[in-house]
């Protein structure tokens, strides 16, 4: 069994999701988000995701994450706090020598409902029936669980090209 931590980044709001896969079956473990102040400065919001990923991980102990990647954003300044916030929910894991995966927005939609361009509420309407009794906190939660079955579905590829 492996336990997979799913990972939608963003200074608003992270996503975490966390599901269990063994053989061909997942199943749903937590799900949840980090909200940030707007006014606060970045260095306290970006500690703040740091901390709440930090005890995510020591509560679940996930074995893998996955993190989407990236996409540009019109706006400079936006897409450089994405990164920011980016480079934090990837050095989490990292720090308990867990190992990272990214993966393509398209990919992950692709993966869950079928579509690489699919609307953000079927992409939650498909989480919602692969993980029956999972009732996300919000948008990036389901992203983030998307992202965790994304990552099994793709898994055995990464861990065979290693």
Not at 20 to 44: H, L, S
Not at 62 to 90: C, H, W, Y
Not at 100 to 107: A, D, F, G, I, Q
Not at 131 to 136: A, F, T
């Amino acid at each position: 069994m492996v336990r997979i931590l799913g990972l939608d980044p963003s200074l608003s709001s992270t996503g975490w999701g966390i599901i269990e896969a063994e053989n061909n079956r997942v199943r749903y473990v937590a799900d949840g988000f980090i909200p940030t102040d707007a006014k606060a400065p970045i260095a306290e919001r970006l500690a703040l995701i740091n901390k709440s990923l930090c005890d995510v991980i020591d509560l679940y102990k996930p074995d893998e994450a996955a993190i989407e990647q990236v996409f540009l954003n019109s706006n400079a300044v936006s897409t450089i706090k994405l990164g920011m916030a980016r480079g934090v929910v990837i050095m989490a894991p990292a720090m308990f020598h867990i190992p990272v995966t990214e993966y393509e927005p398209n990919k992950v939609k692709k993966a869950v409902v079928g579509v690489g361009k699919a609307e953000k509420n079927q992409v939650e309407t498909m989480v919602k029936i692969l993980l029956p009794g999972c009732k996300p906190k919000n948008n990036d939660a389901s992203d983030a669980l998307a992202i965790a079955l994304c990552h099994n579905s793709f898994r055995k590829m990464h861990i065979s090209v290693k």
